[in-house]
């Protein structure tokens, strides 16, 4: 059985109004969209008696993983 693992850092913007913070949003945009694509990835490889445990069919987590990685 795969193990998938996933990280998150915690980018928290303490002001809204210095240059950094901007920067700190997109970057949070950008890992946050990086993870949710690892996360589709990773759904697609999941055998199907792994994926009927959790509730979703082949062609659910087919088409979750062949969504962009913005949305």
């Given at each position: 059985m795969s193990t998938f693992t996933t990280?998150?850092?915690?980018?928290?913007?303490?002001?809204?109004?210095?240059r950094g913070s901007g920067l700190l949003r997109v970057i949070a945009m950008i890992e946050g969209a990086m993870?949710?694509?690892?996360?589709?990835?990773a759904l697609m490889?999941?055998?199907?008696?792994?994926?009927?445990d959790i509730g979703i069919s082949r062609s659910e987590a087919f088409r979750e993983g062949n969504r962009p990685f913005w949305g």
């Open positions: 990280s998150r850092t915690d980018l928290s913007v303490r002001s809204s109004g210095s993870a949710r694509r690892r996360s589709r990835l490889e999941l055998s199907d008696e792994m994926l009927k």
